[in-house]
């Protein structure tokens, strides 16, 4: 008896769902199952096919996870269309410069995405509203345009466009481009192959067709779909969706729909174990989960109250790079390489191995200068599949032959490896990164403010950023919290993760040239002389930082083991 080959691509993996009755998409009190799935992504893979006539078949998607997000990215599948996933935590011209830079010829959103579409310019995009009833007609009149035998359920079936029917998606065809950010600032789009994708679903052999994995975590994001969408997809199990994460409601929503895995990126564990404690916290069906960027006490303290063991590792959508965690590893390690990965910490000057790391009695590293230097992979490059339109890019993550990370870290002894962060001027707040300047931009436009530099300074909590401002104020001027709050809620292009959590009033350092000196503001941070105004919460409402709240800072970076 013989087993069936692994599908080389996704198209090939849907099409053996196509007769599975089996629960396939969940949101709410609504089901679909595979059968239904393919269905839909058939109809829309009609309508790309009807579609995208001119250029390249690029499609965004600005949408919350809903059904129809997936039918998309399935329909894609099928059609060798290319999903462009849109971040809606971006802004303005960051955003359209998204749709512009990845060609696509229609973005398909709601009416919360078309408001924030509105004004910008998308150059040739058009934009469709899916949940208004003229989409549901475009994908009947394509339906009915297509009088093929075997129709829609034929991948290779001829529909109202002209010429011979398209060619079956290949592993090497394009299928997404998910954003990550770079040190410039510049949008760089990460391309995903078919093949990779296909990959990605059937290498997940912790996966079972009676599996329930429950997708909080945005869909243009990689975790979301690389730890939840393709190993369903792959093994015939359900994908249960939130629209937008809520810790409210993340165990509610595991209880009801009976998960069995989920997977978070940085701080949403610490959200969640905000929360009251409720008698039926360990009440549910959750084997494990994926936690990657969270920190080892919020691990350990969601582990012992709710009973679930979850796994960190490091990976990014580039997917070149990838360490498991194993078992007796030290709690902030990131893993070690997955099973042929030659994977080393270099120094990014000379290109030589640095030195292993040494800690003393309490665990603190006794020679940064030496062991800290960039994670780098000397035998991945063909797992690396590039930046679109971005050749800059490329060449900066494939210097000598080696896949330059970006990331700096440093290995222990016993071959573990640890984040130790990021190089350039980027930032990563709650799982998305972006570069400084472009909010140095919009501070600028403060009117009490003469001079704006923004830096990164550890989260006290995980492995991401948090942004503090500093800003020297106009002569005369008096910093006002109201007003700053009540500025940057009316700047349309400043990203959802942008607004600083720490604002340090008083005069920039400069180096002996004139230039604003950004060295003294990270190493101090909010440990300083200077007045620092901060967010404790999550809104806008910007207090002093007091005595007090600085003691609370320090004791939870101690226990976190967070600052640099």
Same mark, same amino acid.
């Given at each position: ?24 998409? /969940? ?23 009807? =579609? ?36 809606? =935590? ?147 199990? =359900? ?15 595991? /209880? ?9 990126? @940085? ?39 709710? @009973? ?54 309490? @665990? ?139 604002? /340090? ?21 909010? /440990? ?37």
């Amino acid at each position: 008896m013989t087993t069936p080959a692994d599908p080389a691509t996704v198209a090939e993996l849907l099409a053996r769902r196509a007769d599975d009755d089996r629960p396939a998409v /969940r949101l709410d009190d609504t089901c679909h199952s595979w059968r239904q799935t393919c269905r839909e992504a058939a109809r829309r893979a009609a309508w790309m096919r009807a =579609t995208l006539t001119a250029g390249p078949p690029h499609v965004g998607v600005l949408l919350p996870n809903v059904p129809e997000y997936l039918f998309l990215l399935f329909g894609a599948a099928r059609a060798g269309a290319v999903v462009v996933g849109l971040n809606d =935590t971006r802004r303005g011209a960051e955003l359209a410069r998204d749709v512009t830079h990845t060609d696509c010829r229609v973005v398909l959103t709601d009416a919360r995405g078309q408001a924030l579409l509105e004004g910008l310019d998308l150059g040739d995009a058009r934009v469709v509203r899916v949940d208004e009833p003229a989409w549901a007609a475009e994908l009947v009149a394509v339906e009915e345009a297509v009088s093929t035998p075997g129709g829609l359920g034929d991948p290779d079936v001829a529909g109202p466009w002209v010429g011979p029917a398209p060619r079956p998606p290949a592993p090497e065809d394009l299928y997404l481009l998910l954003f990550t950010s770079g040190s410039t600032g510049a949008p760089k789009a990460v391309r995903m192959t078919q093949g990779r994708a296909a990959r990605m679903a059937a290498r997940a052999s912790w996966c079972q067709a009676h599996d329930v994995l429950y997708c909080a975590m945005p869909l243009f994001h990689g975790n979301a779909l690389n730890a939840c969408v393709f190993p369903a997809l792959g093994a015939g199990a =359900t994908i249960a969706l939130r629209e937008r994460f809520s810790a409210s409601g993340f165990m509610p929503d595991v /209880r009801r729909y009976g998960a069995t895995f989920f997977s978070t990126v @940085g701080r949403a564990l610490a959200y969640i174990l905000a929360t009251p404690a409720t008698p039926d916290d360990r009440c549910h069906r959750v084997a494990f989960a994926l936690a990657p960027e969270s920190s080892p006490a919020d691990l350990a303290a969601f582990e012992e109250r709710f @009973g679930i063991p979850c796994v960190t590792g490091y990976g990014s959508s580039e997917n070149a790079i990838i360490m498991v965690p194993v078992p007796g590893m030290p709690p902030d390690a990131l893993g070690v390489p997955l099973e042929g990965i030659d994977a080393a910490v270099v120094d990014p000057d000379t290109g030589e191995e640095c030195p292993r790391a040494r800690f003393d009695e309490q @665990g603190r590293l006794r020679n940064p200068d030496e062991a800290i230097g960039e994670i780098v992979g000397r035998n991945v490059l063909d797992r690396f599949e590039g930046y679109y339109r971005n050749p800059e890019a490329d060449a900066q993550r494939s210097r000598h032959g080696w896949y330059w990370s970006g990331d700096l870290g440093y290995r222990d002894e016993a071959g573990f490896f640890y984040f130790a962060g990021r190089s350039g001027e980027w930032l990563r707040v709650d799982a998305e990164n972006f570069a400084v300047a472009p909010v140095e931009r919009i501070l600028a436009r403060f009117p009490a403010a003469a001079g704006v530099a923004v830096v990164g300074v550890p989260d006290t909590r995980t492995a991401d950023d948090q942004v503090l401002a500093a800003i020297e104020p106009v002569p005369g001027a008096a910093f006002d919290p109201e007003a700053f709050a009540a500025f940057l809620a009316a700047q349309p292009d400043l990203g959802t993760k942008w607004a600083p959590r720490y604002v /340090r009033v008083g005069r920039l350092p400069t180096t002996g040239t004139g230039k604003i000196d950004k060295a003294p503001l990270r190493a101090e941070g909010w /440990r300083t002389a200077d007045p620092v105004w901060w967010r404790p919460g999550r809104d806008l409402t910007y207090v002093p930082l007091t005595d007090d709240d600085r003691a609370r800072l320090e004791a939870e970076a101690a226990r976190h083991r967070r600052w640099r």
